[in-house]
């Protein structure tokens, strides 16, 4: 079985505690995390949550350093390490529950090439790459909003009902799915598109698609 692709309401929570730690391994190998910057989470039964802790690298989690809190973020469950809070962007994460009862996982990361197109004030473009326009879609970018603070959750409550991935402006990104698995390959494909585009402008010449012959 892979972990990663679990739905929360079949699986027993122990899975699913390692399928957020295998997800925080993945994006942290992958250069999408760095530090202890992001932050990951999926939908229990009960209308309750399993997060990661603040201050932790996510490429070294244990199963026992997440925690589960209800949907006003109160903390039911702590980690074995008592020290340990959910991380300062869970009014972000439970924003996402709240508007779309369909996700059960979201992943908020720091990928650098699509944080650096904000930085850049550069949009991206839907226009260039057809996995864009068949598989992601449009992508946009949230109003700047302070890291930690309930503002995150104020930028993404519109975009994030019809939309599976955001780059929050000059803060990383946002994806979500109906599984752990389903965030991590819209967050790899989004940083994908983004380093092709970053490589093109410096290039000289971005082609939209399709080409004209």
Same mark, same amino acid.
């Given at each position: 079985?892979?972990?990663?692709?679990?739905?929360?309401?079949? *699986?027993?929570?122990?899975?699913?505690?390692?399928?957020?730690?295998?997800?925080?391994?993945?994006?942290?190998?992958?250069?999408?995390?760095?530090?202890?910057?992001?932050?990951?989470?999926?939908?229990?039964?009960?209308?309750?949550? $399993?997060? =990661?802790?603040?201050? $932790?690298?996510?490429?070294?989690?244990?199963?026992?350093?997440?925690?589960?809190?209800?949907?006003?973020?109160?903390?039911?469950?702590?980690?074995?390490?008592? *020290?340990?809070?959910?991380?300062?962007?869970?009014?972000? %994460?439970?924003?996402?529950?709240?508007?779309?009862?369909?996700?059960? #996982?979201?992943?908020?990361?720091?990928?650098?090439?699509?944080?650096?197109?904000?930085?850049?004030?550069?949009?991206?473009?839907?226009?260039?790459?057809?996995?864009?326009?068949?598989?992601?879609?449009?992508?946009?970018?949230?109003?700047?909003?302070?890291?930690? *603070?309930?503002?995150?959750?104020?930028?993404?409550?519109? $975009?994030?009902? =019809?939309?599976?991935?955001?780059?929050?402006?000059? %803060?990383?990104?946002?994806?979500?799915?109906?599984?752990?698995?389903? #965030?991590?390959? =819209? $967050?790899?494909?989004?940083?994908?598109? #983004?380093?092709?585009?970053?490589?093109?402008?410096?290039?000289?010449?971005?082609?939209?698609?399709?080409?004209?012959?």
């Amino acid at each position: 079985m892979n972990i990663l692709r679990a739905h929360p309401a079949q *699986s027993e929570l122990l899975t699913l505690r390692q399928a957020i730690v295998e997800t925080g391994r993945i994006a942290y190998e992958r250069g999408h995390l760095t530090a202890n910057d992001g932050n990951i989470s999926t939908r229990l039964p009960g209308e309750r949550i $399993l997060i =990661t802790p603040a201050g $932790l690298c996510k490429g070294r989690l244990a199963p026992e350093d997440l925690l589960i809190v209800d949907m006003n973020g109160r903390l039911l469950i702590p980690a074995a390490d008592p *020290s340990l809070r959910p991380t300062s962007e869970q009014p972000m %994460h439970l924003e996402v529950y709240r508007q779309r009862p369909d996700v059960h #996982a979201v992943l908020h990361a720091h990928p650098a090439f699509a944080t650096a197109l904000t930085v850049a004030n550069k949009p991206l473009r839907n226009d260039v790459l057809p996995e864009v326009i068949m598989l992601l879609g449009d992508i946009p970018i949230t109003d700047y909003a302070t890291p930690s *603070s309930q503002e995150n959750a104020d930028v993404i409550r519109e $975009l994030i009902r =019809t939309h599976d991935a955001l780059v929050l402006r000059q %803060h990383g990104s946002l994806t979500v799915g109906r599984t752990l698995d389903e #965030a991590l390959i =819209t $967050l790899d494909r989004l940083e994908h598109v #983004a380093k092709v585009l970053a490589l093109a402008e410096m290039m000289g010449q971005v082609t939209p698609w399709p080409l004209k012959i």
